[in-house]
């Protein structure tokens, strides 16, 4: 059987796939998360959660603190290369920090996601960190 063709794939395209990956797994734990017993109800009641009551400013808050990784998948392709280097080292701690404070007294499928969140936060640090030299 022939070996199939690989390729290096380059560390802003690495990148870009992690913070895509991060994204939907962030998705699909905020839509899971609308299945757990009386969570409609809490948003219907006008609760957003551990943040208190769903104001205009919190919504803001939120949507500015999930734009970021979104950004994110853009800015590690189109950033000069030492800006992307540093954005994907500070914004990937920040973001594995974030997780890991939101995860105790969390559902289980919230903790399973929350683990592949980190791994895939730290894979960011590790891969942008690493980033190859020019020489």
Do not use: H
């Given at each position: 059987?022939?070996?199939l063709?690989?390729i290096?794939?380059?560390?802003?395209?690495?990148?870009?796939g992690?913070?895509?990956?991060?994204?939907?797994?962030?998705?699909?734990?905020?839509?899971?998360?609308?299945?757990?017993?009386?969570?409609?109800?809490?948003?219907?009641?006008?609760?957003?959660g551990?943040?208190?009551?769903?104001?205009?400013?919190?919504?803001?808050g939120?949507?500015?603190?999930?734009?970021?990784?979104?950004?994110?998948?853009?800015?590690s392709?189109?950033?000069?290369?030492?800006?992307?280097?540093?954005?994907?080292?500070?914004?990937?701690?920040?973001?594995?920090?974030?997780m890991?404070?939101t995860?105790?007294?969390?559902p289980?499928?919230?903790?399973?996601?929350?683990?592949?969140?980190?791994?895939?936060?730290l894979?960011?640090v590790?891969?942008?960190?690493?980033?190859?030299?020019?020489?």
């Amino acid at each position: 059987m022939a070996a199939l063709q690989d390729i290096k794939v380059p560390v802003r395209l690495r990148l870009a796939g992690l913070w895509t990956s991060l994204m939907f797994c962030y998705v699909y734990g905020d839509y899971f998360g609308l299945y757990g017993k009386g969570k409609l109800q809490e948003m219907m009641d006008g609760s957003f959660g551990p943040l208190g009551p769903t104001t205009a400013g919190v919504l803001v808050g939120v949507s500015l603190m999930m734009a970021v990784p979104a950004l994110m998948v853009f800015g590690s392709m189109a950033l000069p290369a030492a800006a992307s280097k540093w954005a994907n080292v500070v914004l990937g701690l920040a973001y594995a920090a974030i997780m890991v404070l939101t995860m105790p007294g969390a559902p289980t499928f919230y903790l399973t996601l929350g683990v592949i969140e980190v791994a895939l936060s730290l894979a960011t640090v590790v891969t942008a960190w690493r980033w190859p030299k020019v020489g």
